[in-house]
């Protein structure tokens, strides 16, 4: 992959009713070019919403690639994927970093009623996770927009060390850090 490729990647963190949701822009070279931020309610549905809004205020028709850490921030304020990437137009992609059976029971045992039955329905509608060998560590990758293979390649191409891709672990600061000096007033 060239070195001028972008992925933009895109990491949580929260300590009250909303998550804070950072965006970086991360070269293949492994250059930081740019950030944005926003927020997701808690238990709620509107991450995915969230996401696509993220590359709308960015406005970088050059981010190649969106990749997600995880699929269920927020406590279970679902991304999905092929929605995400039908509204964004760009392969989308999530990154976990363990071995799981999957969310179903953790579902159930979260909610009850209709928020249990538009999680389900969200949840079942996403890409199946597969495993990809990064740097002798194994990740869990599900993939919109792109084969396993395709997937594959972009997961290692941004990865420099460790399983886990730049573009995430650099949002991860960021969201942390915003989290720390903005986010903490509505924490309990």
């Avoid at 304020?77 to 990154?95: G, H, K, Q, T, Y």
């Avoid at 991860?172 to 903490?184: I, K, P, Q, S």
Wanted: aromatic share 6%; net charge negative.
């Amino acid at each position: 992959m060239k070195t001028g490729v972008r992925a933009l990647g895109v990491a949580e963190s929260y300590r009250g009713q909303h998550s804070t949701l950072a965006g970086a822009v991360v070269r293949a070279s492994r250059v930081v070019d740019g950030f944005a931020f926003d927020t997701c309610a808690v238990g709620g549905t509107d991450a995915s919403e969230t996401v696509a809004s993220l590359v709308d205020s960015l406005d970088r028709e050059d981010v190649r690639y969106v990749l997600l850490a995880g699929i269920a921030p927020a406590w279970f304020n679902l991304f999905d994927l092929p929605a995400i990437r039908e509204r964004v137009d760009r392969p989308v992609l999530s990154v976990s970093f363990e071995a799981s059976e999957g969310l179903e029971s953790a579902l159930r045992d979260a909610f009850d009623g209709d928020a249990l039955d538009e999680r389900l329905a969200t949840y079942r509608r996403q890409p199946d996770r597969r495993p990809v060998t990064v740097g002798g560590e194994t990740v869990y990758v599900r993939s919109a927009g792109l084969d396993d293979e395709e997937a594959a390649d972009v997961v290692r191409a941004f990865t420099p060390e460790g399983g886990r891709p730049e573009p995430l672990r650099v949002a991860r600061l960021a969201a942390r850090a915003a989290d720390e000096r903005f986010g903490g007033a509505d924490s309990a």
